[in-house]
């Protein structure tokens, strides 16, 4: 029998991103960073990576796509308690168990993993220092800045910088977040944690490893 997921809230985060949030009958073991894979009732089979859990409820940031084979269209178009099966969380995009100062990099809305590792790091007392850089198209793309904003009045070693790629406002940055990827900007950084398109995280690589940036310490995961 397949194991399934009750699908309890769906929060409208802008025009076309949603939170979801599941609750699991039984505890699930999952790593910050990690995937679920549902089977939606169309018999699609789509994963998406879990944005925080406290292993009952599992809650996920997905951009609702009108393309049917996408899945996003499907999933964020369900009803309040609806079952769905899934297969169990995988993923290799986990979180180090460190205390090493991290940058954690994002764009679009690949923000789901790197959200629940950002916050699994700050609720795990790491001291380090966390930086987290991520862009987004316009201000009416904009979700969760409270959140972040709220993190930084509670953690000390907590900062964010957000672009907008495509809008002008004083109170962000302009442009695209590898703009940040100078050498006097990431230098007191030992980690390095990239969530994008396959093209982005290879451009994303090549400028810190032309930074002296080793590769061993880049992770990413890509879509």
């Known amino acids: 029998m397949n194991k399934t997921l009750n699908l309890i809230n769906i929060n409208k985060l ?9 609750k699991s009958e039984e505890l699930i073991d999952i790593l910050p960073g ?15 990576s879990v944005s925080y859990t406290d292993w009952n409820n599992f809650e996920f940031i997905i951009k609702r796509l ?3 084979r996408w899945g996003s269209k499907e999933i964020c178009d369900l009803q ?17 168990n460190t205390n090493s100062p991290k940058l954690f990099i994002w764009t679009g809305t690949w ?12 609720e795990n007392n ?38 907008l790629s495509r809008q002008y406002s004083e109170w962000y940055y302009r442009w ?11 230098s007191d950084y030992e980690e390095f944690y990239i969530c994008w398109s396959p093209q982005m ?19 990413f995961e890509q879509y």
């Open 14 to 22: 802008t025009h076309d991103v949603y939170e979801l949030i599941f």
């Open 34 to 48: 990690q995937f679920i894979t549902f089977i939606l009732p169309s018999w699609l089979r789509r994963a998406y």
């Open 66 to 68: 009108e393309e049917w």
């Open 80 to 96: 309040i308690w609806t079952e769905l099966a899934y297969i169990w969380p995988v993923g290799h995009f986990i979180l180090k």
């Open 111 to 122: 923000f789901a993993p790197l959200y629940f590792q950002i916050k699994s790091a700050l």
């Open 126 to 163: 790491i001291t380090s220092k966390i930086h987290f850089i991520f862009g987004v198209r316009f201000l009416e793309d904009v979700f969760y800045e409270e959140i972040l904003k709220n993190f930084m009045n509670k953690y000390p070693n907590f900062t964010y910088w957000l672009y």
């Open 176 to 186: 695209y977040v590898t703009d940040y990827f100078l050498l006097e900007n990431i």
């Open 201 to 219: 995280v290879i451009d994303a690589r090549n400028k810190l490893e032309n930074l002296w940036i080793n590769k061993e310490n880049i992770y």
